[in-house]
């Protein structure tokens, strides 16, 4: 008697965990999602408070260094069949509390080497 109750028992465990994939995962996204016209819109000299205008604040900021300032965005896919996971930054370095150089995933517009007019 004990065997079949063990065997039940194990049969409807192992039925329950072969539809874990239809158990609905959400998405977990963190950081700063960064949208592409709103990195084209970057120029090289622009102040701090400009860069937050545009953007937002940075997740980041160096402790040790207050010029250099990383936008990290991270998604966690919860089901596969939504994409895979992925994580986009942009690192953005001041000098004089002006913009020098913006690196990462993102493609700059062609007139970001043009300063805004102040």
Same mark, same amino acid.
């Given at each position: 008697?004990?065997?079949?109750? @063990? @065997?039940?028992? @194990?049969?409807?465990?192992?039925?329950?965990?072969?539809?874990?994939?239809?158990?609905?995962?959400?998405?977990?996204?963190?950081?700063?999602?960064?949208?592409?016209?709103?990195?084209?819109?970057?120029?090289?000299?622009?102040?701090?408070?400009?860069?937050?205008?545009?953007?937002?604040?940075?997740?980041?900021?160096?402790?040790?260094?207050?010029?250099?300032?990383?936008?990290?965005?991270?998604?966690?896919?919860?089901?596969?069949?939504?994409?895979?996971?992925?994580?986009?930054?942009?690192?953005?370095?001041?000098?004089?509390?002006?913009?020098?150089?913006?690196?990462?995933?993102?493609?700059?517009?062609?007139?970001?080497?043009?300063?805004?007019?102040?």
């Amino acid at each position: 008697m004990k065997l079949q109750h @063990l @065997l039940v028992i @194990l049969g409807i465990t192992l039925t329950s965990t072969a539809c874990s994939n239809w158990i609905y995962r959400i998405d977990v996204p963190q950081g700063n999602f960064l949208d592409q016209r709103d990195v084209e819109k970057l120029r090289v000299g622009m102040t701090k408070e400009q860069v937050i205008y545009v953007l937002g604040n940075p997740v980041v900021q160096d402790s040790f260094d207050d010029d250099t300032w990383y936008y990290v965005y991270d998604m966690k896919r919860g089901m596969e069949k939504r994409g895979k996971d992925f994580q986009k930054q942009m690192v953005i370095n001041f000098v004089d509390d002006k913009v020098t150089t913006v690196e990462g995933d993102f493609e700059l517009s062609e007139d970001f080497n043009t300063p805004l007019d102040n």
